[in-house]
């Protein structure tokens, strides 16, 4: 599968943003779908996960301000994030993973950059 992120761009603090990704096939055929993030000089850390019964789970930095969602018909999922705060910078990566016998295999889209400024 091919995953095709949007949406990033360049916020004031307080602000919002909606991320986009497309895949190139059902996405609800997954195991999961995730968005991750990687601030400069750390590491890529999950955000939030919508399985495809609709099941989402966040990271506890994000609670309560990023919402993830999808449309399985335009093969798409969402992250509606609203009061952007400067620690929220980071490139934002759209995650899915597919179940194999014995292991999870990782598809990754391309990234798409996220600035909050004070």
């Known amino acids: 599968v091919q995953l095709q992120a949007s949406g990033g761009g360049s916020v004031q603090s307080g602000g919002s943003l909606r991320l986009s990704c497309t895949g190139s096939?059902?996405?609800?055929?997954?195991?999961?779908m995730n968005w991750y993030r990687q601030a400069p000089g750390t590491q890529r850390t999950l955000v939030a996960t919508?399985?495809?019964?609709?099941?989402?789970n966040y990271a506890d930095s994000v609670k309560g301000r990023f919402t993830i969602s999808s449309d399985n018909a335009k093969n798409t999922i969402y992250l509606q994030m609203n009061n952007l705060k400067p620690e929220d910078t980071a490139v934002y990566y759209c995650?899915?993973?597919?179940?194999?016998?014995?292991?999870?295999?990782?598809?990754w889209g391309q990234g798409t950059q996220v600035t909050v400024s004070s």
């Open positions: 919508i399985t495809p019964y609709g099941h989402t």
């Open positions: 096939q059902r996405l609800s055929a997954f195991n999961a």
């Open positions: 995650n899915v993973e597919e179940a194999l016998i014995n292991s999870v295999l990782d598809h």
